[in-house]
């Protein structure tokens, strides 16, 4: 069965503190993994897809990679702004469903 | 260009009744899918439909039901509501090909009391 675990659960940083948040995958052809950000009581909010292991994106603060078994979202400097729970989620084969993790509470503070 | 939109916002039911979610795609998307996103819990697939027909189906039981109109808006149907129902309901589109990106709507939060 296709697996994502995300970690840390939480994390905490203060205002410029760069950090790296982890999303491993053990799934049986990878076909696409994906970032999204989710503010609380709202639908996730998407920001990255990536599709093959050395494969890299940014958008602002934000830089997401990907090797053979996991992925990560890099915060450079982040700003309170932020503050959210990012999500990771693989897509297998043909079946088009998201399989997520249970996301990365992230909290900056000033 | 308007994003996906659900409704309605909020649902309140009693346990044993029934419940219709309703979600609109962003135009020229023919892809919708449903999640559920329980308290605590990660987002869990419910549901896929592609021009009109149900493409694949979460672990859920028989009573998560849907359909997908010609103008690819959809609508989830949950039937003899249970406590544990009570969840963030979440809809994505996409263009439809395997590997599309979703884009996900607000969602409706239901609490069956």
């Known amino acids: 069965e296709d697996q994502v675990t995300q970690s840390p659960e939480a994390l905490r940083l203060q205002e410029g503190e760069s950090s790296s948040l982890n999303c491993s995958y053990t799934v049986s052809g990878l076909r696409g993994l994906f970032w999204y950000r989710q503010d609380p009581g709202k639908g996730p909010e998407f920001l990255f897809t990536l599709y093959s292991a050395g494969e890299e994106k940014e958008k602002e603060r934000l830089k997401a990679t990907l090797t053979k078994k996991e992925s990560f979202l890099h915060i450079t400097a982040p700003k309170p702004e932020d503050s959210a729970t990012y999500l990771c989620a693989a897509i297998t084969g043909t079946a088009s469903k998201l399989t997520f993790g249970t996301g990365t509470r992230l909290q900056v503070t000033l | 260009e308007a994003g996906v939109t659900q409704s309605p916002t909020h649902l309140i039911k009693t346990r044993g009744q029934q419940a219709t979610l309703r979600c609109s795609p962003i135009?020229?998307?023919?892809?919708v899918y449903w999640y559920q996103q329980a308290l605590g819990l990660g987002l869990q697939f419910l549901l896929w439909y592609d021009e009109g027909e149900e493409r694949n189906r979460g672990n859920f039981p028989p009573r998560f039901s849907g359909r997908q109109f010609p103008n690819y808006s959809s609508e989830l149907n949950v039937n003899a509501l249970e406590l544990e129902d009570s969840a963030l309901y979440l809809c994505a589109s996409s263009l439809g090909l395997a590997v599309e990106t979703q884009y996900f709507g607000p969602g409706t939060r239901l609490l069956v009391l």
């Open positions: 135009s020229g998307h023919t892809s």
